[in-house]
Nanobody
Framework: QVQLVESGGGLVQAGDSLRLSCAASGRTSSSYSMGWFRQAPGKEREFVARISYGDTSYADSVKGRFTISRDTAKNTVYLQMNNLKPEDTAVYYC??????????????????WGQGTQVTVSS
């Protein structure tokens, strides 16, 4: 069983930065991909970023502003969010697939979710 705990959300102004953290337990291998999703009120949960052994990918809406990284020693994945915009307002979820072969780029590919952390960007 994998447990994911996010932290680092908050209320910021447009143009500010935040760093989200996701502490994982129950799975320590960096060969598993990890991802971040977000869900705004009234909208479906959407892919934000994922990190796999050796590469990363991002949604077009955050490319160039967000950076996903991981600290294998701490079993933690981070999402550095720069130049935040009001449209980035959402609950952000850490996500993990069930197997090493799966990339968490759609909600259907995710087996484990964190509880979510709220990010609110004011204009």
């Amino acid at each position: 069983q994998v447990q994911l705990v996010e932290s680092g959300g908050g209320l910021v102004q447009a143009g500010d930065s935040l760093r989200l953290s996701c502490a994982a337990s129950g799975r320590t291998s960096s060969s598993y991909s990890m991802g971040w999703f977000r869900q705004a009120p009234g909208k479906e949960r959407e892919f934000v970023a994922r990190i796999s052994y050796g590469d990363t990918s991002y949604a077009d809406s955050v490319k160039g502003r967000f950076t996903i990284s991981r600290d294998t020693a701490k079993n933690t994945v981070y999402l550095q969010m720069n130049n935040l915009k009001p449209e980035d307002t959402a609950v952000y979820y850490c996500a993990a697939p069930q197997t090493r072969l799966v990339l968490p780029t759609t909600p259907q590919a995710v087996k484990y979710w964190g509880q979510g952390t709220q990010v609110t960007v004011s204009s």
